[in-house]
């Protein structure tokens, strides 16, 4: 299954709920689950810097991942950027060939 990375940004209403964050990711969870069940969390990592939040995980297909990615922005998310990722061990393989 392949994995994706997805990286959000807090809307500035989201921002100020910082003391409801278990609560509201709860929700955004719960919502993802629902609509994308094939969705494996690999991680969930809070940031400093440009954005908020890293989530790791797998999915069925890139629709799926796109999925969890919209999830995100009607949730409240500013942005949501998703990204494929190739474990390295592969990219290694794929560089020999180049």
Known sequence: MPTYVLMTKLGPDLAKEMKHR?????????KVKELCPSIKFQAHYALL???????????????????????SRASG???????TAIPYSRFLELAETV
Do not use: H
Request: charged residues 35%; glycine residues 6%.
């Open 22 to 30: 278990r609560e509201i990711g709860k929700e955004w969870k719960k």
């Open 77 to 83: 998310a500013v942005s949501a950027e998703s990204m």
């Open 49 to 71: 810097g440009a954005y908020d939040f890293l989530d790791i995980f797998e999915a069925d297909n890139e629709e799926d991942a796109m999925m969890v990615s919209m999830i």
